[in-house]
């Protein structure tokens, strides 16, 4: 990966491959001799947070969204640049490419959430949807997180009315690609109503 100038990124390269192709000592090791890249943009504008939050490059069943273990190098990238989690990409938050990917509350989501608390109620450039409903869409033939859809619907009780209001915006609007099943949000708003209750049950009766 390469900067618009041309020059070599290695802390870009090492967090598209994910954990599993760089281990976490690797990618340390790049981020301790290269932290002044932690800021600069690729080619395609996308800071080192937005390349780890998306799917891997490498991979030719682009399934990078199955990777729990990307905590560590989460972490690290807003440890040294905290406002990477107020940069968009493309029209997104990297709360909104993080949840659409996949990344549950407990594996990065949180830390996202806690560098950027007023990304909760933005609303997805191109989905137009909020974070908490984009979390409850299932990414491929994983579940959708009950965890992350409940820490940030908790956070922020009201959404699930406002979200009424988006999704009458949204069934309006034409769809195209995959997100074409997200049309129907009442089930989506349903879906995250429901695990609201089921967990605040649990809690109860612990």
Same mark, same amino acid.
């Given at each position: 990966?390469?900067?618009?100038?041309?020059?070599?990124?290695?802390?870009?390269?090492?967090?598209?491959?994910?954990?599993?192709?760089?281990p976490?000592?690797?990618?340390d090791?790049?981020?301790q001799q290269?932290?002044? #890249?932690?800021?600069?943009?690729?080619?395609?504008?996308? /800071? =080192? !947070? $937005?390349? &780890?939050?998306?799917?891997?490059?490498w991979?030719t069943?682009?399934?990078?969204?199955?990777?729990?273990?990307?905590?560590?190098?989460?972490?690290?990238l807003?440890?040294i640049y905290? #406002?990477?989690?107020?940069c968009?990409w493309?029209g997104r /938050? =990297? !709360? $909104?490419i &993080?949840?659409?990917?996949?990344h549950?509350?407990y594996h990065?989501?949180?830390?996202l959430f806690?560098?950027?608390?007023s990304?909760?109620?933005?609303?997805?450039n191109?989905?137009?949807?909020?974070p908490f409903?984009?979390?409850?869409v299932?990414?491929?033939?994983s579940a &959708?997180?009950?965890?992350?859809?409940f820490?940030?619907?908790v956070?922020r009780?009201d959404?699930?009315?406002?979200?009424?209001i988006?999704?009458?915006?949204?069934?309006?609007?034409?769809?195209?690609?995959?997100?074409?099943k997200?049309?129907?949000?009442?089930?989506?708003? &349903?879906?995250?109503?429901?695990?609201?209750?089921v967990k605040?049950?649990?809690?109860?009766?612990?």
């Amino acid at each position: 990966l390469r900067s618009s100038e041309g020059k070599i990124l290695l802390v870009h390269a090492a967090v598209s491959m994910g954990s599993r192709r760089c281990p976490d000592q690797v990618f340390d090791l790049v981020l301790q001799q290269c932290p002044e #890249e932690v800021p600069m943009k690729d080619m395609y504008a996308r /800071l =080192p !947070l $937005h390349v &780890a939050l998306q799917q891997t490059e490498w991979s030719t069943t682009l399934r990078r969204r199955y990777k729990p273990r990307e905590h560590h190098v989460i972490q690290n990238l807003l440890r040294i640049y905290p #406002e990477a989690a107020h940069c968009e990409w493309k029209g997104r /938050l =990297p !709360l $909104h490419i &993080a949840v659409m990917n996949g990344h549950s509350w407990y594996h990065g989501v949180e830390d996202l959430f806690r560098a950027n608390p007023s990304a909760i109620d933005v609303v997805d450039n191109s989905t137009r949807l909020i974070p908490f409903q984009l979390a409850a869409v299932p990414v491929g033939e994983s579940a &959708a997180s009950l965890d992350t859809i409940f820490h940030l619907l908790v956070t922020r009780p009201d959404m699930l009315e406002n979200s009424q209001i988006i999704s009458t915006r949204v069934n309006k609007t034409s769809q195209q690609g995959s997100w074409s099943k997200v049309l129907n949000m009442q089930k989506v708003i &349903a879906v995250a109503a429901f695990t609201v209750l089921v967990k605040s049950l649990t809690r109860s009766q612990q």
